[in-house]
């Protein structure tokens, strides 16, 4: 158990670090992710989607272990800019999200 806390921990520090370099970035750039960044992806997305639009329509949420502030924006038409997002055991397809990850 102690050991997988620290692989997670490893995966969620490399996402991190590479997302909150790129500054906002839409979801169809990153084209292809490995599973573990799938998988925290598709949970900050979830995160950020079930709060509430700000004022400047962006849904804003902090990650899961609380190192992290997500920011969600929708694309200007959801049913027509799509993102697939290809991971080892599929593709997702959804809006085109703009993301931005900034750690605290």
Request: without cysteine; charged residues 30%; hydrophobic residues 35%.
């Given at each position: 158990l102690e050991q997988r806390r620290v692989q997670e921990r490893r995966e969620l520090d490399e996402l991190l670090a590479r997302m909150s370099a790129r500054g906002p970035l839409r979801l169809s750039t990153l084209q292809?992710?490995?599973?573990?960044?799938?998988?925290?992806?598709?949970?900050?997305?979830?995160?950020?989607?079930?709060?509430?639009?700000?004022?400047?329509?962006?849904?804003?949420?902090?990650?899961?272990?609380?190192?992290?502030?997500?920011?969600?924006?929708?694309?200007?038409?959801?049913?027509?800019?799509?993102?697939?997002?290809?991971?080892?055991?599929?593709t997702l397809d959804l809006p085109d999200f703009e993301i931005e990850v900034a750690g605290r």
């Open positions: 292809r992710v490995d599973a573990h960044e799938f998988r925290h992806l598709l949970a900050w997305i979830g995160r950020a989607y079930e709060a509430p639009p700000g004022p400047d329509g962006a849904r804003r949420a902090g990650s899961s272990d609380g190192r992290a502030t997500i920011v969600l924006r929708q694309p200007a038409d959801p049913g027509r800019d799509r993102a697939r997002l290809r991971a080892p055991h599929g």
